[in-house]
């Protein structure tokens, strides 16, 4: 099994950052990591359904963004540490959602693909 767990969401004023991490554990993770887990962010903003933020391949380190989150967003990861990190700028209050990490075998933005989820980290931006 592989367990993810998300932290950094909080309240922050429009145009402010925050910083979301994932940590990601469990021997199956640990056994699968040379070759291995995409990560992924996902977000869910309430009576919407649950949609594609960005993507990080884990040994190769491409990356890929919706839309939204482009210029704004940067994914980056730690593989020593098994982490994931969003960097997010220039937050708007339509960013207002939970975020959730994920992990895959397969690199991409479906959510359907992702095999692993974390719990959700709830950002509030104020207008």
């Known amino acids: 099994q592989v367990q993810l767990v998300e932290s950094g969401g909080g309240l922050v004023q429009a145009g402010g950052s925050l910083r979301l991490s994932c940590a990601a554990s469990?021997?199956?993770?640990?056994?699968?990591?040379?070759?291995?887990?995409?990560m992924g962010w996902f977000r869910q903003a309430p009576g919407k359904e649950r949609e594609f933020v960005a993507a990080?391949?884990?040994?190769?380190?491409?990356?890929y963004y919706a839309t939204s989150a482009k210029a704004r967003f940067t994914i980056s990861r730690d593989s020593a540490k098994n982490t994931v990190d969003l960097q997010m700028n220039s937050l708007k209050p339509e960013d207002t959602a939970v975020y959730y990490c994920?992990?895959?075998?397969?690199?991409?933005?479906?959510?359907?693909?992702?095999?692993?989820w974390g719990q959700g980290t709830q950002v509030t931006v104020s207008s």
């Open positions: 469990g021997r199956s993770f640990r056994s699968y990591s040379m070759g291995s887990y995409s």
């Open positions: 990080i391949s884990w040994n190769s380190g491409t990356t």
């Open positions: 994920a992990a895959s075998k397969f690199f991409g933005a479906t959510t359907s693909q992702y095999d692993y």
